[in-house]
């Protein structure tokens, strides 16, 4: 368990998780607010969240097309993909609001160390 609180690990997560994929969010922030500008490099929390909750309802509009048409893919980038919006995206929007505030102890350990 980390030593600081909940809702920094919270924060800390969305960030690693922003910063990682940083160019799949760059080219999201380009199309979805036709900017021609790169996004920063570490932008502010606000924004953070702001794309991954817009990559989160995005994908679940979109979640059942792809996978009926991608069912059997073993490309590499497919499944960072769809392990980006299907897992750590949710769960890092998730382990603060939903696991920790309602006391579901177990399953917030096991989100921290899957994160």
Known sequence: MPFIGSLHVSLNTRESCFLVLWGFFNELYKAVFQKKRNLAAKPAPWRINLLLYL????????RKQVITRFNKCKDLAYCTFFDLLDILIPLTLNIYTILFQNNHFDEYVETIFRL
């Open 55 to 62: 990559a989160h309802t995005a994908w679940k509009l979109i």
